[in-house]
């Protein structure tokens, strides 16, 4: 794999290791349920794979609170499961992408335990700042969750900073040991045969060592959010705590800790000034590509889809995606739950100008089912129980099969699988007009025919997207009119005559 360079605009296949396949019986997903349905992955027509975070953790974050970097939650499976992972992947052809947790870790990590205890080499590790006189935090900081930022600890009579839950503290990567420590883990990962990695929450890595107050947003910030401004995080202008003016430059450092052809992606979860951010990241090669929320959180609109275009100078190094681990499937979100808008949203992303983020079980159609409250674990669906995102639902295990819990545990599924009958992978492999199998086309398509994705030029009429590549040409009506095209498509997700009907996209081959 190594000596084979990435793709300018790779296809990537998330794998939310808990959720996709169990080899124990245990109820969770493991690493070597990973490597046995690989093969189902590469006939996806994928580039490469994301894993969510498989670390040790106490699962506070669903695996995004990380006690131990280098290391295999045992729930999971061993290092050495790992890297036949590795070695399966790359003969299928996929390259292999983790996703590195660098923003903090878990309160269990033993540099926190250390650094509460004012180990002389952990006391900085972190970000830990006195109150003010009368005892409150330290500055208006809000976590992204909603929540203040900071978090009291009595045995340093000192608040710690977190950018997410207080299970979550931030590290403080200005410190040179946590810098070493960072590249350590990025090398020790590279050196077992990764491609590369996603970069969690990446515009949070560094912050105003003043610890000054962010302003209020204005009225013209507030109106870039990139969904509804459900946490109070959006009323605020990020000067201080989102990337300040030495924040783009110090990218660069992953870059060089990653080492020479990695593949870098950014999540870029500011809530507001997005798309700028996630256009400085990637400009000058700090990061392959960044992606942000706007698409999924407004709802794969063509007014947020023009938008993103609008905003960025740069969208071939964009991510492009819809669902993830952290939303509600966008098929019932932003769509009506049908195969055929299923096929829309697949021809949308097939045709994206930039790499392109495919969360499994989208390639099924899948609409996530209802979770009881007591099923579920996400801090951030709990805090705002039942109005949250739905992060949890986007977790229900993968249904390989039909009947007993759908070929992905022999034992109780750690979340209820509360799938309809017939939308399985085995279903869906036989059948020649199944979503996943127009997901197969589609990339099948997009690799064959669409390499170069130059944006030559793109317009937005109403409800209608037009974009033209130097080889191809692509209509996305997310109207629900009919709209006139001309001629047989070279691909489409709908049935083309004359016109092309709403909630369809096709492609000509020029
Ligand atoms: C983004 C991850 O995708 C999400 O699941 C997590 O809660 C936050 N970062 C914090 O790590």
Redesign the pocket.
């Known amino acids: 794999m190594p000596d084979r360079p990435w793709p300018a605009a790779p296809v990537i296949y998330q794998i939310y290791p808990r959720s996709f396949r169990d080899t124990t019986g245990s109820g969770t997903g493991d690493l070597n349920g990973i490597t046995s349905k690989l093969e189902f992955v590469a006939d996806l027509g994928v580039d490469a794979i994301w894993l969510s975070p498989f670390y040790p953790s106490p699962m506070k974050?669903?695996g995004?609170d990380i006690a131990d970097h280098m290391e295999v939650h045992p729930a999971l499976g061993t290092l050495g499961d790992f890297d036949h992972l590795v070695a399966r992947a790359h003969d299928l052809g996929v390259r292999v992408m983790i996703d590195q947790?660098f923003n903090h870790t878990s309160t269990e990590a033993p540099w926190f335990k250390r650094s509460v205890a004012r180990d002389p080499v952990y006391d900085d590790y972190y970000v830990w700042a006195d109150p003010k006189p009368d005892g409150t935090q330290p500055n208006n900081w809000l976590s992204q969750f909603g929540p203040p930022a900071w978090t009291w600890n009595h045995k340093r009579r000192q608040y710690y900073f977190h950018n997410?839950t207080s299970d979550?503290p931030s590290l403080n990567l200005r410190n040179a040991d946590v810098q070493a420590e960072l590249k350590q883990i990025m090398q020790f990962w590279r050196d077992r045969g990764v491609d590369g990695f996603r970069i969690?929450?990446v515009t949070s890595l560094l912050f105003d060592p003043s610890l000054k107050d962010n302003p209020p947003a204005t009225p013209e910030v507030r109106d870039k959010v990139s969904g509804e401004n459900f946490v109070p995080y959006t009323y605020q202008d990020h000067a201080h705590d989102i990337l300040p003016g030495d924040g783009v430059d110090y990218i660069q450092n992953l870059r060089d800790w990653a080492g020479e052809g990695a593949f870098l992606i950014g999540?870029v979860?500011s809530g507001n000034k997005s798309v700028d951010l996630a256009c400085r990241l990637v400009a000058d090669g700090g990061m392959s590509a960044a992606y942000t929320t706007d698409l999924p959180e407004k709802k794969a609109t063509a007014a947020a889809y023009a938008d993103i275009l609008d905003r960025s100078d740069d969208p071939g190094h964009l991510g492009w995606w819809l669902s993830s681990?952290?939303q509600t499937r966008h098929l019932g979100k932003a769509g009506d739950g049908s195969a055929r808008e299923a096929r829309f949203f697949a021809l949308l992303l097939a045709t994206a100008p930039g790499s392109v983020l495919i969360y499994q079980g989208e390639e099924l159609g899948l609409v996530q089912p209802a979770l009881p409250k007591a099923a579920v674990t996400d801090p951030l669906d709990l805090l705002y129980w039942p109005d949250g995102p739905g992060r949890e639902g986007a977790r229900v295990p993968y249904p390989w099969a039909e009947g007993g819990n759908r070929g992905f545990t022999t034992g109780a599924p750690w979340l209820p699988m509360d799938w309809p009958e017939g939308i399985s992978a085995s279903v869906q492999h036989i059948d020649k007009g199944s979503v996943l199998n127009f997901y197969r086309d589609a990339l099948a398509f997009r690799r064959a025919s669409m390499q170069d994705l130059t944006l030559r030029h793109w317009e937005r009429d109403g409800d209608v997207i037009r974009l033209s590549y130097p080889a191809a040409y692509v209509v996305l009506n997310f109207g629900a009119e009919a709209v006139e095209v001309e001629g047989a498509a070279d691909l489409s997700s709908d049935r083309i005559d004359g016109t092309l009907p709403g909630r369809a996209g096709a492609v000509w081959l020029r």
Do not use: S
């Open positions: 974050d669903g995004y947790v997410f979550q969690d929450a999540e979860t681990h952290d």
